[in-house]
C-alpha cells in the first residue's frame, strides 16, 4: 500500500450510543474508497498511531462532542502540543505532538467534533449524532479537496 496523503482518524466506543458518531462517520468514508485516503476507526487513539500520522501529509480526527453544541465544529489543531508518556490514551494534539517529537515532522491536523446527547450502552445513535454523521462526510470531503 502506498503512503497515503490523508489519514482519517475516527474514534470512540460502538457500544454507547452517540460516542460512536466518530467511527460511523470513518467506517462510511471508508465505503467511499477515495484516492490517497487511509481510514481507521478505533476505539481509542494510541501512540502507535504516530507511525501512520508521520507518513500522512493531512490528518484528520473525528469525535463524537458531549458539549451540548448543536452543530458539527472544526477545529484546526496545533502541532506545539505536549505529550506525556504517563498517557494510556492520546488526545489527537498529543498525538501530533508525539509524531513530530519521534519522527521529526507531523501532518496537518483537523478535529471534527459531530454533536453527541446520548451514551447509553447499546443505544443507536441519536437523530442529532446521526446528522452530525452526514454533515461530517461533507466537511471531510472538502477539505480534502482543500489540502490537495
Known sequence: MSTPGVLIIGYGSDLHGD???GRAAAERLAALELPDV???????????HAALLARAHTAIF???????CPIVRVTRLPSDATWSATWHTASPEGLLSLTAAVYGQSPNGWLIHIPAVRFDLGAPLSPQAEDGVVAAIEIVQRLIASNR
Open 19 to 21: 460516542d460512536a458518531a
Open 62 to 68: 473525528i469525535d463524537a462532542d458531549a458539549s451540548a
Open 38 to 48: 487511509q481510514v481507521l476507526s478505533v476505539h481509542q487513539l494510541m501512540p502507535e
